[in-house]
Every structure is written in C-alpha cells, then in structure tokens.
C-alpha cells in the first residue's frame, strides 16, 4: 500500500513538473515569436562602421522591422550581410558615400521602405542594385545620384510602383535603365539628367503613369527608346540639353501633360518634333520651342493645335528655319491639308513583314514628303525622299524598326519587321 502511494506521489509530481514544462516551453515559443517579428528603432539608425553591421542582430536581437530612418555611410562599409533578418524599413533608407560597399546583398528580405531610397555616392564598386531584388514597394522616392560605377538598376525587377518621385542623375557609367523593367507608375516628379553614357532609356518599358512633371536633361541621349508606353504626365514636360537626341518617335503614345508647360530646349540635333502629336493641345499651359539649331519640323499636330488656340505662354525662338519663329510654325500648319479622322491609315506599306524592299502606297490627296526607318531604340538607318514608292531594305538586318512617314497631313509611325 505505501508501495502505491509513492509511485502515485511520483506520478502526480511527473505530471505537475511536465505541466511546467510544458507552459514553459509554450511561453517561449510565444516569445520566440514577439521577438520575430519585433518592431524596433522608432528613432532610426545610423550605421558608420562595418563592426556596427556586423554585430545589429546582437545588439537588436529579433529586431526585423526598422521603424525609423536608416543611414548606412562611409568608406568603413564593405557589406551588408549583418542586415538580412531586416524585412522592411518604414522611415527613409539612405546609402552615402559608401566607396568600398560592392554590394547590396544583404537587403534581399526587405519588402517593403516606407519613406525615400536615396542612394547618393555609393560607391566606386557598385555596378548594380542586386540585393534589392525582393523590394515591391517604395513609398517615398527613388533617388540614384553620383553613384559612378552603377551600369545598370538591375535588382528593382520586383518594384512595380513608387509613390514619390524618381530621380536618376549624375551617374557616369549608367547605360540603361534595365532593373526598372516592371515600374508602372511614378507618383510624383521624375527626373534624368546627366548620366554621361546613358543612350537611351531601355528599362522604363512598362511606364505609363508620370504624378506629376518629367524632366530630360542628359546630353549623352540619342533617343527615347523605352517610353513607348508611357501616355500621361500629371505636370509639365522639359526636353532640354540632350545635343545628341535626334528624334522623339518613342512618345507617340503620349496624350497627355495634365495642364503643365510643354518645353524642348536646346537640343542640338533634333530635327523633328514628330512623336509628340498625340499630346492634347487643351493639356498644355505653356509652350517654349527654343534654342534647338537643327530643328525644322514643329508643325506637328500638337503643336498646330496649342498655336491656334494657346491656353497659356507662347515662344517658338532661335530654332532652323521653318521653325523659327511663331510665323513660321502657324504657316506650315496652314499649309497642312484638314487632316484624315485618322491619318494612320492614309498610308499603307507593304508586304509587312518584309525582304529587300516594300511599297508604301497612299490615299488620294496625300502626298508623301519624307521617309525616316530607325532601329528600336531609335538610331536612324534609311532617309528616302522623293520619289517615294519603292523602299530598299536590303542593308537592314532582320528585326523589328520603326518607319516614320512625312505627309502633307501630317506624320505616321508605324512598325516594320524585317525578314
């Protein structure tokens, strides 16, 4: 009987100490996870040194979600690797003058930055955002300035909106904008200016929203390509110091400047303000054609619309003759026939897709001036005037161009793809 109670005794204190350890076990997994997906840092962080990097998950243990800003500068900053428990920053992520930081590998669970991503003289070593590659949503701006070893903004594939503005600008060894591939919509400004070798604007493929005004100043541009989808911009719309933009053909979508000033300013070799006949002339507060010693051919329908009933500013100065002046722009649009309800298809080519030559055939009435046939992102291949039926082709590699046609009423872009 003793015998029984002992091991009755034994068995209720077995149960009471695993009933302990049970709730204990539960406790700290319940604070395991708090600890998870603590927030932290309401005040923000700078981080100066790479001993500060290296030891955040001791220092700030669990901590996943910054609530505050965070600035990551000076040479000391080789890597970024002591951050990847970070999920996502709701203050402003700063990178500054980091000359030695290769690499934004590290940053590659964060989803989501709350106020800016300014990335501001980093570095000499950085050719490329990778590390960024899960980040969907800024909601701040995007700023790349003076960074100049950057080639490309590959690693922002996953960034499809940024609620601020855009800014990439004094980036000396940037050639395209290739990891901006899925951005839809800017919500605010947006600006490129001065990146010494940037050609074209490759990257920006699937933009169609601009918040608020665009700005263009890089003189290094031979063209637009990669804004053919891009169709309102909420501000005004500045072209200016681009001396080697010669064409505006990738803009043939846009309709829209949302009540802003359309400007194109000194820009040395554009000779066409063809691409720019969409825009709706009742969106346009403000008009200035100057200073762009090759440019000839401003009557374009935009244009010829905003002159005849200006809603605001007016300065069509210093430009090639036939748009030199005010006079001249108002007298080519004169001379323009009332334009077709659609005057794509005033003209036709064909055979499309096409071998060694196609035809290009037109409506009664028309008469076809000039022929312009560029690459996809926008370099000139064939000028043909007139006599204008028969197109040689034959020197084209096979691919897709654009064929820009020059009629009395008007200009049609159309696509051409070559066997």
Known sequence: MIDIKIHRTFIGKKNHIMKKLTLFFVVALIYQATVISQSCLPAGITFDTQTQIDNFQTD???CSEIEGNVLIKNDDI??????NVLTSIWGRLRFYDCDVLSSLEGLENITFIGGDLDIYGSSDVLTNL???DNLTTIGGGLIVNQTDALTSLTGLENLTTIQGYLQVSGNESLINLTGLDNLISVGENMWIGENTVLTNLTGLESLVTIGE????YTSSLTSLSGLESLSTIGGSFQISYSNYLNNLSALSNLTSIGGGYLEIYDNATLSSLTGL???TAGSIT???ISENVSLATCHVQSVCDYIANPNGSLD????????NNEVEVETACENMSVPSANIEFDIDFYPNPAHEKFFISSIDGVDIREVFIYNLIGQEFLQIKKPITIIDISKLHPGMYFVEVLM???????KLIVK
């Open 60 to 62: 700030y243990p669990g």
């Open 78 to 83: 080789t890597n970024l690797t002591g951050l």
């Open 130 to 132: 990778t590390g960024l």
């Open 213 to 216: 005004g665009f700005e263009i």
């Open 277 to 279: 006949d969409q825009i």
């Open 286 to 288: 403000g008009l200035t």
């Open 316 to 323: 069509i100065s210093n430009n090639a003759t036939g748009c």
């Open 408 to 414: 009395n009423r008007g200009s049609v872009i159309k």
